[in-house]
């Protein structure tokens, strides 16, 4: 399995980007698919993540910023962000918890994506 993100790259405040995750390999099915962050000197967290059900969960410092879609049939998921702000400059991770098909059974595991720049600044 694996997670590609694209979609970093310089912004200035006020301004939008769209990140993108896609999901490869013998998935059976992804039970939750997000985003994290983390900034210099500053743990990872948790931006916003949706479940199979499309319920979904937000940071509070991003509720009513960023929004968080995702498009089953091809395993991806967008993350919008508007009006950014420079504590939102992370580098910011997709993550997911996918099922595979393995000869013991399926197995359930999260996954990370390789990490995609977010800058904002003026």
């Known amino acids: 399995v694996q997670l590609q993100a694209s979609g970093g790259g310089l912004v200035q405040p006020g301004g939008s980007l769209i990140l993108s995750c896609a999901a490869s390999?013998?998935?059976?099915?992804?039970?939750?698919i997000g985003w994290y962050r983390q900034a210099p000197g500053k743990q990872r967290e948790l931006v916003a993540m949706m479940s199979r059900a499309d319920t979904t969960n937000y940071a509070d410092s991003v509720k009513d910023r960023f929004t968080i879609s995702r498009d089953g049939a091809k395993n991806t998921v967008t993350l919008q962000m508007n009006n950014l702000k420079a504590e939102d400059t992370a580098v910011y991770y997709c993550?997911?918890?996918?099922?595979?098909?393995?000869?013991?059974?399926?197995?359930?595991?999260?996954?990370w994506g390789q990490g995609t720049q977010v800058t904002v600044s003026s």
């Open positions: 390999g013998d998935i059976l099915s992804i039970n939750h």
């Open positions: 993550n997911a918890e996918i099922a595979i098909a393995q000869t013991v059974g399926t197995i359930i595991n999260w996954y």
